[in-house]
């Protein structure tokens, strides 16, 4: 099929060359003319067989660009990859936002009105499909109204990540589309029939806006559920948060699938935090007996202030002169350089607010060699492979703070595993909470220890408490 991509991004780019990959005769269409070039693609992106990036696959493509209007003359389906952004402070990197926003769909709007223009002056119907995220009845409102009587309009949002777009565009959970035109329901139909035979799943526009974004709430729901079992495993004794989260796993009738339950950081990424920050300002429009999402990210943020409040806890208790503190990663996940609404960013900007100095270093971000070489606080913020080698060169001294249980224990340096409540315990504040410390300094050192433990905790403790005032104070002010 001759297949039309309008906008090249980091979405657009890969699902282009994914249905070149599959014969189809594909032309691509960008208003930034630095992104219709396939030399270079500048987001870390896998082949569909594992390949580390589709740079070599790009070049080798039969995948073509053309203008706007030779798009529409060529192409019998246009998919629509515009972006919908959100200002930066609603990516999830900083603490929520007492307000809340809508996404910004002037580009899309500016994009459909082209394309408009192009089909009416072509005097040809085309079947065009959007793929950007938006809120329930956005189509209805803002882009029903730009469509003319040759726009056969659909709406298709896929479900993938970014990293492997290649791979879950060809082999996806299910297809959901949008329909308000038959015929382009039944030129997809046909379309995803000679790449997969997985569900087309057909419903109406305002369901299927409803569902992407319901989809990814969902995903971030259940990255915070297993980051709270995980908490409780870490202050537990006896308990392991991935012996709980694996037999939880097995649930697959009732609880649906293991993936995303796992204890780790929180969840991040283009979509998952702006997508239940917009649904929190649908939240306050609908006037919802309760907003979910505003919960979802408050638990988020929360569950990072507590691996903020570790690091202050072990920094005090091994007595470091420095205030300086490292985290590995800035990439919202492993293997991609991606840092849009990463996790590592909020618990770099949430340690910044207790008077740290922070650095980060990602291999696949940074250019320069890692930087760290002092005996410090370090937290595992992004699971690279790179750093769960037994010889990556975390300082000798060190305490290193890992979320994901992956870095091995050494001699050199503390290794603390984040959800794993066995080993030597440090008892501390008012409640007598149990800290497990693996690895622990020597016997001469555990009195010492201990003395710190309970100095750091009750600090901990009296933060906490600060941080749930001021909480009710900006929910006061919310009310008011």
């Not at 097995?250 to 997508?275: E, F, I, N, V």
């Not at 909470?433 to 003395?451: D, K, L, T, W, Y």
């Amino acid at each position: 099929m001759k297949v039309g991509l309008v906008g090249l991004g980091k979405l657009g780019m890969p699902v282009a060359l994914a249905l070149s990959l599959k014969g189809h005769d594909v032309m691509g269409y960008d208003v930034d003319p630095e992104r219709m070039r396939k030399d270079v693609f500048p987001y870390l992106e896998q082949g569909p067989n594992g390949e580390p990036s589709i740079e070599p696959l790009l070049r080798e493509s039969d995948l073509r660009f053309g203008s706007l209007a030779e798009v529409v003359g060529h192409a019998e389906l246009i998919f629509v990859a515009v972006q919908t952004p959100h200002d930066p402070m609603y990516e999830g990197v900083t603490r929520l936002p007492a307000e809340r926003v809508d996404f910004d769909y002037r580009y899309l709007e500016s994009a459909i009105a082209a394309l408009a223009a192009e089909i009416e002056a072509l005097g040809e119907d085309r079947v065009v499909v959007i793929i950007s995220t938006v809120l329930p009845g956005t189509i209805r409102r803002e882009i029903a109204p730009l469509v003319t009587n040759r726009m056969r309009l659909g709406y298709n949002p896929f479900f993938i990540a970014m990293g492997t777009t290649v791979s879950d565009f060809l082999d996806p959970e299910f297809v959901l589309f949008g329909t308000r035109d038959a015929e382009a329901a039944a030129t997809a139909r046909e379309l995803y029939r000679t790449i997969h035979d997985r569900p087309f799943v057909e419903t109406t526009i305002d369901n299927a806006e409803l569902i992407k974004v319901a989809y990814n709430t969902f995903i971030t729901m259940k990255v915070c559920f297993a980051n709270t079992v995980m908490e409780i495993c870490h202050k537990l004794d006896g308990c392991d948060v991935d012996q709980v989260t694996d037999a939880l796993s097995h649930a697959t009738d009732r609880l649906l699938s293991p993936k995303y339950l796992r204890g780790g950081m929180g969840d991040g990424g283009a979509c998952h935090p702006r997508d239940n920050i917009a649904l929190s300002w649908l939240a306050r429009q609908l006037d919802l007996s309760y907003d979910w999402f505003e919960g979802v990210m408050i638990a988020r943020e929360r569950q990072t202030d507590w691996l903020a409040d570790l690091v202050a806890q072990h920094h005090g208790r091994r007595g470091y002169s420095h205030q300086r503190v490292g985290i590995y990663g800035r990439a919202f996940k492993e293997a991609t350089n991606l840092t849009v609404g990463s996790p590592a960013m909020l618990l770099a900007n949430l340690l910044g607010e207790r008077g740290f100095e922070v650095e980060l270093y990602d291999p696949y971000v940074d250019s320069g060699p890692c930087p760290f070489d002092e005996a410090g606080v370090y937290v595992v913020a992004t699971k690279h492979a790179e750093f769960g080698r037994p010889d990556w060169p975390f300082p000798p001294g060190s305490v290193v703070i890992d979320p994901w249980r992956y870095v091995p224990a050494r001699a050199d340096v503390e290794v603390i595993p984040i959800g794993i409540g066995t080993g030597t315990g440090v008892a501390y504040g008012d409640a007598q909470q149990m800290v497990r410390i693996p690895n622990a300094p020597p016997a001469g050192q555990e009195a010492s220890a201990s003395q710190d433990g309970r100095r750091d905790g009750g600090q901990e403790e009296a933060a906490s408490d600060g941080r749930r005032a001021a909480g009710d104070r900006r929910a006061v002010l919310d009310e008011a």
